[in-house]
């Protein structure tokens, strides 16, 4: 129950024992053909270049700026947590000229002082579920007012937990993981791409295991595919697998779980006394970010030993803060298969015991 | 039986069942620290630097050049089959100078000419297992020599198959994939990076996801463990499995096991008259380029249908040529947990069996 990774869906782990394929054989590219759709069903859209990139979300954030910034391109970046900085250092080292809108971490990005920034820029890019914080920023503001630029969205915590449009929203680059709400091991980055999105990559990035041009060579349904590296065939096998598992249950009704799992543990927590990072509206169901109860630690004891104590005794991950939120915070996940009612009861329950009285 | 992704051992597939931890839960770093140290005992180093980068075996490449390599740096590069153009076009892409040293496909480069391809290179690049052409190439020699220059090696498909002496031949900088002699899926880079080369890495290179002072704040076994990216996990369990199996095997032993295996396959296909590409003492036991038999294909059967009805009847993948060996070569690979004389025994009496009489 930490920020990710989740715990993986059954079907998944099964997924893995299946014989490993070369990355050329037909049987294995029409199951990445077939992993791809589903990726497009989950996204909500119909970009042809829609993939998973052999890496974890991380290799998609990179993936989807080193292939469209040229050096010196302005590149407005929303920043409200540990991931919309990190947007900051790969735009940098892509040669960007990176202009920051800063919110409070733990309040949500004010999409029209994004889009004031500047009035011109090549991207906009956005995390459209700080996993540091809980906040959910909007993107569709973004994508009816964006003009020339392309929007890039960070949903490696918000895909299958929470709706993600990015057909309607007018996203042009949109990338997750694998472990979060999709419920499959870290390892894969699924992205999608627009058509004009496309029409911008870069034709030799500096990046060649991340070209995307060469990749979708490989990855795309037309012609001959053209060997670029060898794809990670084990974890496609995985989120195959994941997905169908999603899709099956029905995207909706996967994001109603998550829901009413967010909504009973936030209830629990604020009925404790505990108060929420994120503002009510921009909390996100899947993972929640609690301030530390100081009051309610045992004396002597710190909120590490908490967490630990959690883990040891109870099997129950949950995550510290990140950055400025390190000893303040707790984030505690509901994502995938880990997105139960009955977990929810367990950790309020546990977190009754380990804490002291009020 | 192609050039990889070879069979994966029955350990590791068990090893991808285990239940999914999180990345900075203690004994997941255990693990982690296990797999390092495991890696080191195959790499044959003690380089403290060592560790699974998170993508396939091309993602290691393109660690090992983005984190040394500087604007205008002479590279040399040893150039024998698509893996060495692979280096010039990553290395390029760093902004590197690559002074390339060509030998005919299938013949081993000569050392020599590579140290005399320049005075002083920041980095000699060779692979050490040419997987499009089944060549060996020395890397002791190189080593001896390269003066400053780090020497920088592909040991994708050689690790686990064949010596790989780090260490005692002065490799800086050797990566790998776990997709061919180490028995593993593919989805990891292992690498191990020397001291002198850890003193020139980057401290901010253009790449964030395969910044290695980052990452070695996350690997290093030293204080606290800095987040960087989530790792792949599942992987990671599954290499530690195959390390396991290759290290109770004994290094000696899984290497004696790919070159009886290798010898075997050579010794039945020159008997049949075909012609190996690669000449004696730079053959590859592990991956066994052939020229197609023309003589022997059926009427109206392409080398391509042979290949299909081996995998379709048999299923037995044999790769094809790439590059300019495109329609002209076979490829058997005979790595990790497929590297068993049966399966020679097999390929031999499936080719005779599908290909027409001498």
């Known amino acids: 129950m930490g920020p990710g990774p989740s715990n993986p869906y059954p079907e998944v782990i099964e997924a893995f ?28 859209t119909g970009n042809a270049l829609t ?13 989807a700026f080193v ?21 900051c250092d790969v735009a940098g080292r892509c040669g960007a000229n990176v202009v920051r809108v800063d919110a409070e971490w733990g309040t949500p990005l004010d999409p029209q002082r994004i889009l004031d920034a500047h009035p011109d820029p090549a991207v906009i890019a956005v995390v459209h579920a700080e996993t540091s914080t809980g906040v959910r920023n909007d993107l569709a503001e973004l994508g009816s007012a964006k003009g020339d630029a392309l929007l890039l969205a960070d949903c490696v915590t918000s ?3 929470i709706d993600v449009r990015v057909d309607d929203w007018g996203v042009d680059i949109a990338y997750s993981g694998t472990q979060k709400c999709l419920g499959v091991p870290p390892g894969l980055a699924p992205i999608s791409v627009s058509a004009r999105a496309v029409e ?10 991340f070209d995307m041009g060469m990749i979708a060579n490989y990855v795309s349904g037309a012609g001959a595919r053209a060997y670029h590296h ?3 065939i084990s974890m496609i096998y995985a989120l195959h697998a994941g997905l169908g598992v999603v899709l099956d249950e029905g995207l909706e009704a996967a994001h109603a779980r998550h829901r009413v799992c967010g909504e009973t543990l936030q209830a629990g927590l604020e009925a404790r006394g505990f108060t929420l990072l994120a503002p009510a509206g ?4 899947q993972l929640t970010s609690v301030r530390v109860p100081e009051w309610r630690l045992p004396t002597n004891t710190s909120e590490a030993d908490i967490r630990r104590t959690l883990l040891d005794c109870y099997g129950i991950e949950i995550g510290g803060g990140l950055g400025a939120l390190a000893g303040k915070c707790w984030r505690i996940g509901c994502m995938g298969h880990t997105a139960r009612t009955r977990n929810v009861t367990l950790v309020l329950a546990a977190l009754d015991e380990v804490l002291a009285s009020d």
Chains 1, 2 share one sequence.
């Open 17 to 44: 024992t299946r014989p490993v394929m070369g990355h050329l054989d037909g049987e294995f590219l029409g199951l990445l053909d077939e992993t791809c759709d589903r990726l497009r069903a989950v996204f909500r």
């Open 51 to 63: 993939f998973p990139v052999s890496g974890t979300g991380s290799a998609g954030m990179e993936a």
């Open 67 to 87: 292939n469209v910034i040229s050096d010196g391109d302005t590149v407005v970046v929303g920043v409200n947590g540990v991931f919309g900085e990190r947007m």
């Open 159 to 161: 895909l299958g937990g």
């Open 200 to 209: 911008r990559l870069h034709c030799r990035p500096s990046s060649w295991y």
């Open 230 to 232: 060898t794809a990670p």
């Open 282 to 285: 921009a909390r996100l169901p």
